[in-house]
Every structure is written in structure tokens, then in C-alpha cells.
């Protein structure tokens, strides 16, 4: 039996009409008196329905007519009262999410220098804070490994020692996010933009936004990245800032916002976490406008998540988590402002790579995720995070780059070498070209098969750093590969642009770094503009702003070729979520009657004689969100939903009265013992009923839109991308002969992805923890 839930997002003078979809569904007298005897459950996991947009604008404008109905000083106040609302929504988000990402990075930071060592200063110092001051590289004085706080003097017994607690804090980091997510969360697993970007589109998932989750996914982020493997803070930060805007809305008991609002306010609240993760508010923005696409040309959302994005980054600010007083993470060095046209040549090469990696990291990354889900390490997470924790601390201690963490290998990469600076591990010896390539290609390639894996552990992991990493590995490598041809050939023709100086640099492989970066995280994500505003962004080469668009575009094409889904499409298309991506779709020719149900194949109402178990008989059966009403002739009357259906049960079954209408409500007045043996009928508008029936226009839907069946099926494709309807009809001359439903244009649209669909099935097992 499926069970009724308050929904505390619907405005109370239209909630009978947005009743949420499972409601108990009683029988006889003896489900009354076992249902009596059970405690109310909490909703399911996941409620796949989706919400009508076209009835929430609805419902949004009666909203506002009614708020501005109200007269005098009432009136204004309620106005003003309203908009303050939003504005406290929007700006205390923008503090709170802040406030975490300057908490996280502090946290981050602390538990993994304790994996290598302490502060002689006390063990909640982390290594930037006792060594301030210094530069990368630099010996610092007051921090000690534990080799050499406990003394030791042995080589051999130091490496041991240091490898130890390296991987069994890495284990015990890893295991206690993994704990908190299995046990007390779960879905605060992964990064979360996937069903982000489903929720903004109208998909009705509340559970993954409750305050729960908020702390677990805090929590478990710090741990999880603290514990070395190969994943990134950043994509889970949009998750968290989400979960912080509804736990501020859910402060307005009384005046929560209904279903549209709710997703003005997330997807202003996206903006914000992206701002935080990479100290990047404009790029927040747009990555609000590019990947957020329903809210692209809706300017109040626009407005909302720039504010929320500027806060959120002078919040961060503020705070000062790292000691830079700057927003910019991975700060550029580069004496040498220009570039020379040959370096388009290795940028190019690098954005093919990009794309060609990102496409492969994808696949990779999908086969595992089905993998698991096959093999029974989907009954042992835990395990698994454990196994590969252990298995990516044994690699990663042996490489120099894989050792130290993701975001401190990044900021290095990106820095120039400076004689009056220490050396980053080597990576500026002259001497060790050769050395230093084949570590970084051989750490590029072990991050991405680690990276693979990892992203889609039960913890929370986001793919945006490591990815990151993966790129300025490669671009570095080339880098200093050009750099070493440079040195050795400087006549070549090639470099005539360069200084007649041989000691003054010409190459610099930093910046190479970041091509490879942009290019890499292009070929993933698919990102373009809000891609290479955040890298700009990210690390202040604004004067190279054009070849990051060249590598960012390069690697989108060549990424395309592979397939045109990024890494966030490919996890909703693996989850099922309803969401209908905005690509323009091209048929072949194909109408409107390849993909619709004949009126044959669809379940319909007939308009008139109805009975209450007829209705209950049906919702039985039949497990759809709603059915058209039809006369006996096959005229389209309309369409009645589920919701409506449960809603008239609940009015009309003496059975189920004590259910459908809390304990102070007042039963309505139509309602009788004989009820349940009433006629019910859907007749149009305006016409009286017939066959002394009970008319029940109230609850028919009669705005549908209705097209013919000849059309081509690129003009249906996109009235569902640009309407966000649920369903059409096809008639003829008023007619009804077939349905598409947006269920219909998911699965037309996902034919040709892989696996799609196949971790569906996860979703019960979440709900069983």
C-alpha cells in the first residue's frame, strides 16, 4: 500500500488540486482498522513525478493576483513581505554557502597535511599556517613528518612509518564519509549536479535537498577529499549550496515557497556553490545560464544568482581560508604577458587530447558505475571504499605528484619556475626534463583510471579537481617538452619569435598547464563559455583568455565526436531522471505517429457513469500520473489527473474519510454514506450533468494542447523542450488518437546512449537504507 504524505511545499488554497501522488487506497473495513494500527511513514525515496509547469505558473499567478487583491496597508505589507522573503532566501544563502566552502577548505586542508606530518606550533595547524611565509618548496623548520617528530633515524623505518599512517588515515577518512553516507545518507553520494539539473527541470525529488543531507554531504566531502583519493570538492559544493537554500526557505513555515519558486531559488543557490568552489561568482552565474538551461531567459533567476554568487564570494573572502587575501586559487605567474603564434600548434594538440581523454574518462567512468551495479560490490560500499582507498594510497605514495594533494599539484602546476624560489619536488630542475614528463604523463594516466572508479563510490566526490589535475599533467608535460626544444634549438625558425636571449624564457610551461586543464575539463563537462570564465577566473590569466576559448572549443568538438553527452548527461541518462536535455534534436523525416501510443494501446476515462470503485479499480491497475476523458464517440473532453482521482476518493469513500482529511478539518459538506455508490461524470464546462450524475468538472484539465499526428517529429521534440508540458495529444477533428507523453521524448531522445537507464534500479536500494 502506498501511503499519503503532507506536501509542505503546496500554497494551502490550492493543495487538493497538487495532492502528491500516493495516498492509501482502502478496500474494506478491515484495512481501516489495520491502517489505524500503523504508524504514518515518511515519504518514498524518490517520488518520480514530475511537476506541471504550466499548472504551477497557474497556480504561481493566482498567487500573485490574490497577494495584490488585498487592499490598503495590509496589502502592501503582504507585498513587501513577500519580496523580502525571497531576498533573505537569496542572501543568506549566499552567506551560508560561504561560510561552509571557507569551513570545508580549512577542514580539507588540516586533515591532509596530518596524513604527512604536524606543526610544531600543535597538531591543529595545518601546513600552510605553520610554515607561513615561505614558498612552495622551501624548507620549513616548524612542520615535522612523523618520522621525524617520533625521532626515527632509519630510512627504511621512516618510509614505513610514513607510509602507514598515510594510508591508514586515508582509510579511516574514507571509510567515516562512506559510513555516514551508507548509513545515515545516502544520497549524499556522488557530486549531485545531475539531480540538480533534473530537480531544475521539474523533477520532484525533495528527500535529496533536506537538512540531513546537508550536514552528512558537509561532513563526508571534508573526509572524502581529506583522504586522498581521486575526487574534487567543487561539484558537491552546488549540491550542498541547494540543500542550504531550502533549509532557509523551510524557516517560513507558513510562507514556503511552491513548486516554482523552490526552483528559482536552487537554481540561484547553483550559482552560488560554483562561485564558492572555484572563487568564481560570474562564472557561477553562467554556469547557471549554460548547464541550467529552463532558466536561461528568466532575468529575476539571473539577477537572484548574481547576487547570491557576489555574497557567497565575498563571504569566502571574508573568511580568507587560504591566507591570500584573494579569490584567485591557483594564481598564473607569468613575467611574460604574450604569446607567440607557434604555441597555437602544442595548444591544439592538447585540446585534441583533451577531448579525446575527457571522452574516454566518461566511458570509463560509466562502465564502472555498471559494473558495480552488476557485481556484488554493490551489497558491500563500504568495502569498496575502503579497497580503493587503501589500493589509491599504496599508488599514490609512490609518485611524488600523486602523493601530495589534488589541489596543491594543480596550483604548482600552474606556477612558473623562479630561481629565487624553492623547487616544487624537482618540477623546475633542468636536469630532470625527462624525468619530470614521465612522471606527469604517468600520473595523468593512473588519475584517470583512479578518477574513473571513484566517481560513483557511495561518498561524496566530485570530478571537476581531479579532472583539472589530469589536464595540467598533460599540459605541463608538453610544456616543458617545448620548453626543452626551445633550449636546445633556439635558431629553429619556428621560435623567430622569440627573444634573441636564450636565458630569457619563452615557454612557459604553466600556462600550458592551463590549456591542458580547460581542455581536459571541456572534453568532460562539455562546459563552453562558463568554462572559460571560470579558469580566468580560477587563476588570473585574463590575457590569455583567448587560447582558452581556442582549447575549451577545440576539445568540445573533438569530444562530440565521441559522443555529444558530457559527464553529467550521462549520469542522468544512467539514472532515468525525467529530464529533456535543450540540444536541438534533427529528425529524419520521421512524423509525429513514430513515437506516439494509439488510442488503442491508452488506458481512458470514459466521460460519463463512473463509480467510485471503478475510479479505485483503475489507480489499481493502472499506475500512470493521469488519463484522458473521452466521450463514447472518442472526443477529447480533457484530462484528469491521478492526483485529482485520489482527491475525489478521498472526498466520496466513507472508508477512507479519516485518511484523506486531518483530525480538525471539516468533512465536506456533500458528503454521504451513499457516496461510494454515487454516478460521477466529467462533462464540459458550462453544460449540465447528465443521467443524474455528479459532475466532476471541477477536476478536469481541459487546457492541453492538441496537434495533428502528421507533424514532424522535431516540432514535437521541441514543444517539450521549450514548454516543459507533460504530455500532447493528437486529434483529429476532436478526436483523440494517440498521446506523447515526456516519458516518450526521454526515451526517444536517450536511444542512443549506452546503459542508459541501468543504475535505475539503485534507487530502491537507497530507499531500503
Known sequence: MSEEFDDPWADAP???????????ELNDESDVETLMRQPMKAASAIDSATIDWLQEDAFERSRQQRLHSIHGVQGLLAQLFDTWRIWFITVMTGVGVGVIGAWLDVLVRWLSDLREGRCEYGIFYNQVACCSGLDPGEDCTQWFSWSKWFGIEAIFVQSLLQASIYNILAI????????????????????GIPEIKAILSGYVFDEFLGPWILLIKSLG?????????SLGKEGPLVHVSCCMALFIARL??????????????LAAAAAAGISVAFGSPLGGVLFGLEELEHFANDSDIIWRAFVTSVIAAVSLQYIDPFGTSKLVLFQVTNGDETWRAFELVPWFFL??????????????????????????????????????????????????????????????????????????HGLCNPTA???????LILTALVKIGLTAWTFGMMIPAGIFLPTIAIGACIGRAVGLMVQGLHRSYPALWIFSACPPDPSVRCVSPGFYAVIGASAMLGGVTRMTISLVVIMFELTGALSHVLPIMISVMVAKWVGDAFGKEGIYPSWIALRNYPWIPSNEYRDGGETASSILVPFKNLVTLEAEGLTIPQLKQLLKSHDYHGYPVVTREKELIGYVTRASIKTIICQCNPLSIIFCFPLNASV??????????????FVRRNEGPSNNSTNLDQYLEEAAIQLKREVPLELVV???????????????????????????????????????????REKSMYQSR
Open 14 to 24: 490550492t493543495r487538493n488540486s497538487r495532492q502528491v501522488e500516493d495516498v492509501y
Open 172 to 191: 579511516i577518512f574514507s571509510s567515516s564519509a562512506a559510513v555516514l553516507v551508507v548509513v545515515y545518507a545516502p544520497f549524499a553520494f556522488h557530486t
Open 221 to 229: 566531502l571534508a573526509l572524502a577529499v581529506s583522504s586522498g583519493l
Open 252 to 265: 517560513f513555515r507558513n510562507h514556503r515557497p511552491n513548486e516554482t519558486q523552490k526552483r528559482r531559488i
Open 351 to 424: 585540446s585534441v587530447i583533451g577531448g579525446v581523454l575527457g571522452s574516454l574518462l566518461i566511458k570509463l567512468n560509466v562502465a564502472a558505475a555498471v559494473y558495480r551495479h552488476r557485481s556484488i560490490l554493490r551489497d558491500y560500499p563500504v568495502l569498496e571504499v575502503i579497497g580503493a582507498t587503501a589500493i589509491t594510497g599504496c599508488i599514490s605514495y609512490l609518485v611524488v605528484f600523486l602523493r601530495v594533494q589534488t589541489s596543491e599539484l594543480v596550483a604548482n602546476l600552474f606556477l612558473e619556475c623562479d630561481p629565487a624560489k624553492g623547487d616544487y
Open 433 to 439: 626534463s625527462v624525468e619530470n614528463v614521465f612522471l
Open 668 to 681: 465536506p459538506a456533500a458528503y454521504s454514506s451513499q457516496d461510494s455508490e454515487r454516478v460521477y461524470g
Open 718 to 760: 521541441n514543444t517539450f523542450q521549450k514548454m516543459n508540458i507533460r504530455y500532447i495529444f493528437f486529434t483529429r477533428h476532436g478526436r483523440l488518437e494517440g498521446l506523447v507523453t515526456k516519458t516518450d521524448i526521454v526515451r526517444l531522445l536517450r536511444s542512443h546512449i549506452p546503459n542508459a537507464g541501468d543504475l535505475e
